[in-house]
């Protein structure tokens, strides 16, 4: 069965440095995976999402996440954090043989001044 | 604007009432889901539709009930059997069904249900 780890509860960096979120899954097929986003009290949005085309996938607010199959690994990065970027975000895994989303439990990313 | 609306936004119910949250979209979209969140995990699937007039039990459908009437209303009633309903409530679409993409969901805004 398929599954997604999100390496860490908690990411802190500074303004202007870069981020870095990890995610690894487990699955049987190819997968399709994705990034969702959600700002304090407020719906998901998606940043991104992967689908056997290009490894590197880039996303809305200057994410991209990279592919690495032989790491089973997704991780989603962004070369400078604004303080806008603070909020929480969910790695998920899907496959075409199977309907359903699997949800990483969620990363809070938190931007210091 | 295209999108998918909640309501409300908070809602306190007392032990042993049912309830009623409002899910409605205008993008077309033939799919729609219920997720569940809690305090670091990440969402469950209740239920989902994926067309009108049908609809099917996610991985904590218990204590829940759907109708799919009309295809941009998704209303999830939370029954007095749920044991444990204060959560945050999320309503989602999109244009296919799982299984034929892997469409883009879009979500709503959540409604936030406390028990008393």
């Known amino acids: 069965a398929q599954s997604v780890t999100q390496l860490d509860s908690h990411v802190s960096v500074s303004e202007g440095t870069p981020v870095l979120l990890r995610c690894n899954y487990s699955s049987s097929y190819s997968p399709s995976l994705f990034w969702y986003v959600q700002h304090p009290n407020k719906g998901l949005q998606l940043l991104l999402k992967?689908?056997?085309?290009a490894t590197l996938v880039k996303g809305i607010n200057g994410f991209e996440a990279e592919f690495k199959k032989s790491e089973t690994s997704f991780h989603l990065t962004k070369p400078s954090a604004h303080m806008s970027d603070a909020a929480e975000y969910f790695c998920?895994?899907?496959?075409?043989?199977?309907?359903?989303?699997?949800w990483g439990a969620g990363t809070k990313l938190i931007i210091k001044p | 604007d295209g999108g998918i609306t909640q309501s409300p936004k908070y809602l306190f119910r007392k032990e042993g009432q049912n309830v009623t949250l409002s899910c409605e979209q205008n993008l077309n979209h033939d799919a729609m889901y219920w997720y569940r969140q809690d305090p670091g995990q990440g969402l469950r699937l209740i239920y989902y539709?994926?067309?009108?007039?049908?609809?099917q039990k996610g991985d904590i459908a218990e204590g829940y009930s759907v109708s799919r009437e009309k295809k941009e209303s998704f209303p999830l009633t939370v029954t007095s059997a749920q044991k444990n309903p204060t959560a945050f409530y999320l309503c989602a679409s999109s244009i296919a069904h799982f299984g034929t993409s892997t469409d883009t969901q879009y979500f709503g805004p959540g409604t936030r249900l406390t028990v008393l």
């Open positions: 998920v895994v899907t496959e075409e043989s199977n309907y359903q989303l699997i």
């Open positions: 992967y689908t056997s085309a």
């Open positions: 539709s994926q067309i009108v007039n049908d609809f």
